[in-house]
């Protein structure tokens, strides 16, 4: 298998769960995110177990000047990119706009709306060159319904929603895919990135119900990338059982299942 599949945010939850599924698989990786050190150890334990394949990539995506450094250094045999994973991205804070934090509103902004058109930008060129590719967004079930205090992190999600359709209409005529794969609840450290780092509130989250796991959305994710080529999913919706809704989740208040 010589296809490379890029992942930005693969540090935690769904980008390290989807990096070991294409990992075991047999892809060629670059993992990116901000945290070296973790990114790292991260990729150095999949060369331990799988050969030497992977690509620790560290930078931040909010920056345009680090993320065309970060794609500028890549060796060429791994610049043509097959795969990119638009994984990154994160919740600040939760409340009304009225008591919003605009430092929260900008990190949200510049993560998951900026940084994913930045990385886009820099790697569709070899796709559109090569007339193939396969771009995979995930979004989230914020971006169809907004729910009460999420203002800002939904409008960030409507308009991955929105870019992605956009990217598709764009796209087509290279012959590149474009899917965007929208979670409810999954249980990763987003509840602890959008509560400043308390657990107990991050915890309170997941609480009687089961939610999605980061395992879960990576198979979505390997489904969808594993079509042939004449197959696209454009939209894949993937909410746990007890999620009606972006802001109906039904609690039970019992031991979840192991």
């Keep these: 298998m010589n296809r490379i599949v890029f992942i930005s945010g693969a540090t ?12 075991a698989s047999g892809y ?5 995110g901000r945290r070296q050190e973790r990114l790292d150890s991260i990729v150095s334990d999949l060369k331990n177990r799988f050969g030497d394949r992977f690509i620790a990539l560290p930078f931040d995506i909010r920056s345009l000047e680090e993320v065309n450094n970060a794609i500028a250094s890549l ?3 791994w610049k043509q ?3 990119l994973i638009n994984n990154a991205g994160l919740a600040k804070g939760l409340g009304p706009v009225q008591d919003g934090n605009i430092d929260h509103w900008e990190q949200m902004i510049d993560t998951n709306i900026k940084g994913l058109l930045y ?5 569709i060129p070899v796709m559109i060159a090569r007339k193939s590719g396969h771009v995979i967004n995930i979004g989230s079930i914020a971006g169809r319904e907004v729910y ?3 203002n ?3 409008a960030t999600k ?5 870019l992605s359709k956009g990217m598709r209409i764009d796209f087509v005529q290279h012959g590149i895919k474009v899917s965007q794969i929208a979670p409810g609840a999954v249980e990763t450290e987003f509840s602890l990135v959008r509560f400043d780092g308390d657990a107990e509130k991050a915890k309170n989250v997941y609480n009687g119900f089961q939610p999605l796991t980061p395992v879960d959305v990576a198979d979505a994710v390997f489904y969808v990338a594993s079509l042939p080529a004449h197959v696209n999913v454009n939209d894949l919706l993937l909410m746990p059982t007890a999620q009606a809704a972006a802001g109906v989740i039904h609690k039970v208040f019992v031991s979840r299942i192991s």
């Design 75 to 77: 060796p060429e045999n």
């Design 28 to 32: 060629k990786l670059i993992l990116a």
């Design 158 to 162: 409507y308009a991955v929603d929105a």
């Design 119 to 123: 990385l886009t930008k820099a790697i």
């Design 12 to 23: 935690s939850g769904i980008g390290v769960s989807c990096a070991e599924k294409f990992a």
């Design 152 to 154: 800002v992190y939904c």
């Design 148 to 150: 009460a205090n999420g």
């Design 81 to 83: 990119i097959d795969i």
